[in-house]
């Protein structure tokens, strides 16, 4: 009788742990396509966010932001010149586990050819960060003109500040 009321104390604590792990799985690198995988579990709930290439597991940090909790997960992809960074922020509520609240796939850097051996360089960096009940996404940019891979001049310097309403 003592073993099962252990047992069944033992099920009740299980099922009411509500703490959110996260375990990275390492993926054969082989080719570009492959995408890096999370699992994501909280309680009973789990499933896989597949982002980036060649394996490479996304970046992720838990984000507690009044009474609730979010996943955000970035990914920084090389593509030969022009290069992405992704900004994903995921609901971990039960009813919306795992939903996406925001997606950004943001070009970092880009080479564009404007006159023979001139070439426009475009660097941005961003930032995702919760305030109140609004997402907000600064981006900040810088064009300079390279030439023979050296800096020229710098064109302009940009940020651009997106507040998106939380639901």
Known sequence: MKNIIYFSILITLLSCNK???ITPIEVSSSWRGTPGKLVVKKGDLVDT???CHFGYTPEYKLLKHLDKEYL???CEMNNGGDNYKTFVLWSLEDATFLDTLYFKELNISKEI???DKT???IRRKGNLKLDKSTIVFEMDSIVTLVENDEIMDTISFGKSIKHIKLK
């Open 19 to 21: 703490e959110v792990s």
């Open 72 to 74: 955000f997960t970035s």
């Open 119 to 121: 070439y426009n360089w």
């Open 113 to 115: 050819q404007i006159k």
């Open 49 to 51: 966010i597949y982002d």
